[in-house]
């Protein structure tokens, strides 16, 4: 994205309005594929500085199973049921022992908690962050009653723990029934009760328990303000849809979702997918893994194990771990920081606040909802920051976990589930990894890598051989990944990789003697199932990504290097980015590129396939990062990437209209896939679901500001006008 005024932007990392250099790496965005980079350095944001947090004290947390509430039969069938709350609660994801010794107290945090036992797990309950691990068997559904339990002792509700922006397109309660799901136009940070709806990532389910974005729900609070809806606009629509199908009553502050788990066995994971405030609510904690097995798997035997289950013995070891890599920032009292200014973005103070950039200017414009150019409305969101990169490497709650592991392989299956930042993960002795799955499952074939580029919401079920390294080796897991928005490219050349005292650095892996033989197959002789390729699509769609500079704001620099509205408009600069957007596609007779068409989330649908359907889309990016786009209800496979412009591919040197074929880790199936700058990604998938769903780039920062459309399987209600009203 580009960055205050829109200039040059392929400029990497440059000297905005004359900020000095610590301030403009930490908030710009755009790196070209000619620019010199700049070396990389800790990231600012929060109190805390990174650098003085002690790196591999703690040992790694492994997510035990989640416990089930019970098992239930549903029209002959057995069911996994659970009863699963988000709540509130105090855990130490800095190092405890320094922490103490520092005075720094735990960090508050929100996330999932079984009621069977919904105590923290530091007191021997259930409620952890990351959250702990749905364990689901292929073909066996898994019902979850999701409870929205934000509130305090008393009941009363509990506020967000960041600055939740009301301008945006988000679920705002305060606009009452029939008001929800809109734009905002208070200015203010919302702090009102806070909506949920949990979405598992890439799971083939009904549109009524896949976490649609506007099918949120406040908790069941004494204290909930007069006036306010208590879910949003679709909550009632699939309330009743979900009872009828379920015969189990949705009862206030919750819904209940069932998964067939009728697809491939496969790594998934389960977050919050509130509309407009995803990036929020999955930063204050809420996620967990969601592991689908299949019975009779002949690989799986093969593989190391075991993985946590339910019921295992204290002190069991594990060789089978998910690994959740997040980033986060922390102030010096150890609560979780976010920026809660769009200055912040900019590398800019607040005018009359506290300088967050010390020596540094001001951001002097008009937010939403005041006064621009010729009297319209500002359309500059005030809280809301475009991305978001936290200067501590978090992986399953902890900063910079160590890892005990013996001389025998391991399976990690580990997901990037940051805001915004790819990873690019590799071992500092340079040993390798055998990628055996992604998203959809397991690959055709092992592949082996000595990096793993993981982006946003992707996942990778990778083997690592500790069998041939010394007893007594300490090797840190590196992230080579840029500290900024990833566009492509190698590293060192079109980007510097992180920060490597802080955001280059990962985990730590601690190698001792194995006390028991290793009975999984070596990587390379292992054999896993074909993968049929999809026929020929029967419609071809292509969509647009896009992003948007402010249509109302001019910005120029002041003579004390402030960046303030030219009301005149000249000769002022559209100030952005605004916001980004999904859209459609034109083609455009002697133009290849063809014209991208942004569209809102309120727009109608334009993307509706037929039951059954097979089809192929032409993902198109318009803009100068990759993006990880998430398709609902489908995994799919890669067909393509096509060169659409070189000025702004990362293989722009092999031509326009050039054929990449899909890398081999993207051989198997998926539901997130990169799509980089000036190509075109095809990917094609069978929709066989009806009713509405979402698609979306899984940066959250850009989720939660427009990019994200509605599509609809199947034929829209005859009720509804637009196939995105509710009934």
């Known amino acids: 994205m580009k960055t205050l005024l829109g200039e040059d932007p392929r400029a990497t990392w440059r000297l905005t309005f004359g900020l000095m250099l610590a301030v403009v790496v930490s908030v710009l965005f755009v790196i070209a594929v000619t620019a010199t980079p700049v070396r990389a350095v800790a990231l600012p944001g929060g109190s805390l500085d990174p650098a003085t947090i002690p790196k591999y004290e703690e040992p ?10 019970q098992v239930i039969t ?3 069938k057995q069911v996994d049921y659970y009863e699963i709350a988000v709540k509130q609660f105090e855990q130490y994801i800095l190092p405890m022992g320094w922490s103490q010794t520092n005075a720094i107290g735990p960090t508050t945090v929100w996330s999932y908690g079984s009621m069977v036992d919904p105590r923290p797990v530091a007191e021997g309950g259930t409620l952890n962050y990351p959250a702990l691990t749905i364990e689901a068997k292929k073909d066996r559904p898994v019902r979850v009653k999701w409870i929205n339990a934000l509130v305090d002792e008393n009941g009363n509700y509990l506020p967000h723990l960041f600055a939740v922006d009301q301008t945006l397109h988000w679920a705002n309660p305060a606009g009452g029934p029939g008001g929800t799901d809109t734009h905002g136009m208070d200015g203010m940070p919302y702090t009102g ?26 908790p069941a609070a004494n204290d909930i303000p007069a006036g306010y809806a208590t879910g949003g606009s679709f909550y009632e629509q699939f309330k009743q849809k979900a009872e009828a199908r379920q015969g189990q009553t949705w009862e206030p502050g919750s819904a209940v979702f069932q998964y067939p788990n009728d697809q491939r066995a496969t790594t998934l994971w389960y977050h919050d997918h509130s509309l407009g405030m995803t990036r929020l609510n999955v930063y204050a904690g809420p996620a967990g893994f969601y592991l689908l097995r299949k019975q009779g798997d002949r690989v799986a035997a093969k593989l190391p194990k075991p993985a946590p289950q339910r019921g295992d013995k ?12 997040q980033d986060r920032s922390f102030n010096a009292d150890g609560s979780l920081y976010y920026p809660d200014n769009r200055a912040f973005f900019e590398g800019l103070n607040v005018p009359g606040q506290s300088p967050q950039f010390p020596g540094a200017p001001e951001l002097r414009i008009p937010f939403t909802p005041d006064e621009a150019l010729d009297g319209q409305m500002s359309d500059i969101s005030p809280q809301w920051n475009p991305e978001f990169f936290g200067n501590t490497m978090v992986v399953n709650g902890k900063t910079w976990p160590y890892l005990d592991v013996e001389q025998r392989r391991y399976r990690f299956r580990l997901l990037n589930g940051a805001q915004s930042r790819f990873l690019i993960l590799k071992m500092s002795n340079g040993m390798p990894f055998t990628q055996i799955g992604s998203e959809g499952g397991y690959l055709p074939k092992p592949v082996r890598l000595r990096e793993l580029l993981i982006a946003p919401a992707e996942r990778a079920d990778v083997i690592v051989d500790f069998s041939k390294v010394k007893r007594g080796t300490r090797i840190v897991l590196h992230n ?3 500290d900024e928005p990833f566009g492509g490219g190698e590293v060192g050349e079109e980007f510097e990789p992180s920060d490597p005292g802080t955001t280059g650095q990962v985990m730590q892996f601690r190698v001792g003697r194995a006390t028991s033989p290793d009975t999984s197959a070596l990587p390379s002789k292992l054999r896993l199932p074909e993968i049929k390729r999809l ?24 003579e004390d290097g402030n960046v303030v509205l030219d009301p005149t408009g000249e000769p002022g600069e559209p100030f952005g980015p605004q916001e980004a957007a999904l859209g459609t596609w034109m083609e455009m007779p002697g133009d290849p590129m063809g014209m991208p068409m942004p569209m809102m989330w309120m727009d109608a649908v334009t993307e509706n396939p037929a039951v059954g359907a097979l089809e192929a889309w032409n993902i198109r990016n318009f803009t100068m990062d990759a993006h990880p786009i998430h398709i609902h209800q489908v995994q799919f496979q890669v067909e393509r990437r096509v060169v659409t412009d070189p000025m702004m591919s990362p293989r722009g040197m092999l031509g326009e209209g050039a054929v990449i074929k899909p890398e081999a880790w993207e051989s198997g199936f998926k539901d997130t896939v990169i799509v980089y700058p000036g190509e075109l990604t095809r990917v094609k998938a069978r929709f066989t679901l009806a009713g509405l769903f979402v698609w979306h780039c899984h940066i959250l920062e850009h989720e939660d500001n427009e990019m994200m459309r509605p599509f609809r399987v199947g034929q829209a209600p005859p009720a509804s006008p637009l196939s995105t009203q509710p009934l």
């Open 480 to 482: 080579l990944g840029p």
């Open 193 to 218: 009760p806070v909506p949920i709806v949990t979405h598992v990532h890439g799971a083939h389910t009904t549109e009524d328990s896949d976490g649609y974005p506007e099918a949120w729900y406040l």
């Open 60 to 69: 790694l947390v492994i997510p035990p199973a989640m416990p089930r509430t």
């Open 535 to 558: 026929p020929r699509a029967s419609v071809v769609r292509d969509v647009s990504l896009n992003e948007l500079d402010s249509a109302t704001v001019k910005a120029t620099e002041d």
């Open 314 to 325: 204290p002190g069991t070891k594990y060789r089978e771990i998910p690994i959740a890599i």
């Open 74 to 76: 549903a029209k002959g």
